[in-house]
């Protein structure tokens, strides 16, 4: 059974990825943000996810005006950098998982979660962005993704309930899944920050911690912010945080904190990062995470066909069916 | 601005935020043109089309007399009032070799200097720009 280890959430500022670009990373401004994700970047190694779903925004990069989607499933096998005006990120291609994505389609849109198939998408900062923060500058990515960008460019987005509820449903689509794979979900953009007007440079961190506070031990009292809220309190563009509730949402109720980084500006945004962990569950993989074997595209295509219980012996792990909390309510 | 019903106005409550025009479907429809400009200007060769001569190549999108001279005047604000939506807008000011900041300060009426000391210093405070009441004051 795949299951969802971890939520990690972070801004997604382009200007942090002209830094890492154009090697400013040094600079006391820069070092200043970067630092904060050195911890993080130290948990990710530890981590190793099999996969990683990445909640984004498309900032108009792979969505013109013709066709705006609300929430959009990543299920190509391969996502390149697209050119923002700047020329493509010099980042490398990111992959997918078609497997899992097209299982998550089918079972979240079962569960009444009318998502967008997308087989062809260019990917922009919104995505690489926090991926850089967490996996730094490798030559190749070290996981696949499955990209789920989420319209908060059009008004109105997503309600914040509605993401959150998505998240749980993303949940139970992983845990359905029959492969052994251990998958972190990523939340990106915000946190305050208006980029748009004469109100532009509006950072509101009373609010920006509260949010992660809450985020933590109450994410159900952020699924009652509206959108009007959001925007007045967080500034125009601080309503991407929504997306951190479907990260959140796929979370058990009660989880641990094991990172918080916060700090103002990057560019025009309030950077603010948390990594919340699911509590650890009987029948999860057994060997530390550092010493398992790289587990690679083609292994994992063939893992798939071993029955669950087959799998189970295999890893020495107890074979019986392993009740799970209900997802967070 | 029509606003026939009274539910419509209660629905558009984020019009009361200040120095902001929230990006809905009555702005895109309008600003569909400046936008899919925009978009184009993803490719390098639409850049270069572009420098090369502005008017020229904005007779194949179909823009308001209104929207072009905002366009060509680099009227940032005005882009946005007319129907741009900043991320659209944003790869103009990348073609113009601007950064979201720097655009933002221009947006702001702030010099570059001015902008990133108030971003340095914590931003510009929610207290007083929660509603257009407060900017009347
Ligand atoms: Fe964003």
């Given amino acids: ?329 | 601005m029509k606003q026939s019903k009274k539910a419509k106005v209660a629905e558009k409550e984020y019009m009361d935020i200040p120095g902001t025009t929230v990006f809905d479907q009555e702005q895109s429809r309008k600003g569909y043109g400046i936008n899919m400009f925009c978009m184009s200007l993803m490719k390098d060769e639409n850049r270069k089309a572009f420098r090369a001569d502005e008017a020229a190549y904005l007779k194949a999108f179909k823009l308001t007399p209104q929207q072009t001279e905002a366009v060509l005047k680099r009227q940032w604000n005005r882009m946005l009032e007319l129907g741009g939506n900043i991320y659209f807008t944003a790869k103009l000011g990348a073609t113009d070799s601007l950064s979201f900041q720097q655009v933002a300060a221009i947006m702001t009426g702030s010099t570059q200097e001015q902008y990133a000391a108030m971003m340095l210093a914590g931003g510009r405070p929610v207290d007083g720009n929660r509603s257009k009441s407060e900017w009347k004051k």
Avoid at chain 1, 24 to 44: A, C, D, N, Q
Avoid at chain 1, 217 to 231: A, D, G, Q, W, Y
């Fill in chain 1, 1 to 329: 059974m795949a299951r969802i280890i971890a939520a990690v959430c972070s801004s997604h500022v382009p200007a942090i990825g002209a830094a890492l670009d154009n090697g400013k990373t040094e600079e006391p401004y820069w070092k200043r943000v970067f630092s904060g994700f050195e911890p993080s970047k130290k948990w990710m190694e530890k981590a190793r996810p099999d996969v990683c779903i990445i909640v984004y925004n498309d900032h108009a990069s792979a969505f013109s005006m013709d066709i705006v989607p609300t929430f959009a499933l990543g299920c190509a096998a391969e996502f390149p950098p697209a050119d923002e005006g700047w020329g493509p990120r010099p980042v490398p291609v990111v992959k997918g998982h078609p497997e899992l994505a097209a299982h998550i389609a089918q079972s979240v849109i079962l569960d009444e979660f009318d998502l967008t198939i997308v087989n062809k998408m260019e990917v922009d900062h919104g995505l690489t962005v926090p991926m850089n923060l967490l996996f730094g500058q490798p030559k190749e990515w070290p996981c696949p993704v499955i990209p789920l960008a989420v319209n908060v460019v059009l008004f109105p987005p997503p309600t914040a309930k509605r993401c959150f509820d998505l998240g749980k449903a993303i949940r139970k689509a992983v845990e359905s899944y029959p492969e052994d794979l251990n998958v972190v979900i990523f939340g990106t953009g915000g946190m305050s920050h208006q980029i748009s007007g004469p109100r532009a440079g509006l950072i509101n961190s009373k609010f920006d911690k509260a949010f992660l506070d809450n985020l933590v031990v109450k994410p159900k009292k952020l699924t009652r912010i509206s959108h009007v809220e959001f925007m007045r309190e967080a500034g125009a563009e601080g309503i991407e945080m929504v997306m951190w509730l479907i990260a959140r949402g796929a979370l058990d109720e009660s989880v641990t904190e094991a990172y918080r980084f916060y700090t103002v500006p990057a560019s025009n945004t309030a950077v603010g990062h948390i990594i919340m962990e699911n509590p650890k569950k009987p029948g999860g993989k057994k060997k530390p995470v550092l010493e398992r074997p790289v587990k690679t595209n083609a292994a994992a295509k063939g893992d798939a066909k071993k029955t669950p219980a087959k799998k189970a012996a295999a890893r020495k792990s107890p074979a019986k069916k392993v009740s799970l909390p209900a997802a967070a309510e």
